[in-house]
């Protein structure tokens, strides 16, 4: 029974290039959340997801950010036009039906570095 | 808003015990979670609290107090291993906010 995965583990982009980050949830598990983690910081909300519906994106930058999880298929973040403070480790959580758990399984992360 | 306090950085000894506090405020509580990292790893599930009064898990043990708005994550008999950032998060009505992490320095 696999975990949470996530790939790519690390992603290079140039300023001003696409970043897309996959995220397969748990089996059985239909709710995905993504949080961007800054060096030596916590791990802030970005957005949650059920299997196409987006329920809540109050973390979300409101432009280059989007973020969607189709009926088939892994759940995608996408950044837009990369610039440098976008920089971070970004990590996919799922849970199973309902509202997050009490337990949050997470995937190793992709760190995103923009040179 | 919500908001987590925690320490940023504690220290220890091997074989010791430390007690990492996390004090919360925030619009919906539904219990407190913790989660330990280590350094380029993946936070992973410790413990969580709904109710008040302290849950114990082998070596680690979490405590909440709801009217105080306070939790605190105890460590028993730390290893070299234990050296981690230890996060406190409140559960919402529909996501985890975590507080900023306490990094935790285990030396022999």
């Known amino acids: 029974n696999a975990g949470v995965m996530q790939n790519p583990r690390h992603l290079v982009r140039r300023r001003g290039q696409e970043a897309r980050l996959r995220c397969s949830p748990m089996k059985g598990h239909s709710h995905v959340y993504w949080y961007r983690q800054l060096p030596e910081e916590g791990l802030k909300f970005m957005v949650y997801l059920q299997k196409e519906n987006i329920i809540d994106e109050s973390g979300m930058p409101k432009e280059r950010f989007s973020a969607e999880f189709p009926k088939e298929g892994p759940s995608i973040l996408r950044i837009q036009q990369v610039v440098r403070g976008d920089s971070a480790a970004y990590f996919c959580?799922?849970?199973?039906?309902?509202?997050?758990?009490?337990?949050?399984?997470f995937g190793q992360g992709t760190r995103l570095t923009v040179v | 808003g919500q908001s987590l306090e925690q320490p940023s950085e504690v220290t220890a000894v091997e074989g010791a015990i430390v007690q990492i506090n996390c004090t919360y405020q925030?619009?919906?509580?539904?219990?407190l979670s913790w989660y330990q990292q280590h350094d380029g790893g993946a936070p992973t599930f410790l413990s969580y609290n709904a109710l008040d009064g302290l849950e114990e898990t082998g070596r680690f043990s979490s405590f909440l107090s709801r009217s105080d708005s306070y939790g605190y994550l105890l460590l028993q008999e730390l290893q070299m291993k234990d050296s981690a950032s230890y996060f406190c998060a409140v559960r919402g009505t529909d996501k985890l906010i975590f507080g900023t992490g306490t990094r935790l320095q285990v030396f022999p």
């Open positions: 925030t619009s919906g509580f539904y219990g």
């Open positions: 959580a799922s849970s199973p039906q309902g509202s997050i758990s009490t337990e949050a399984f």
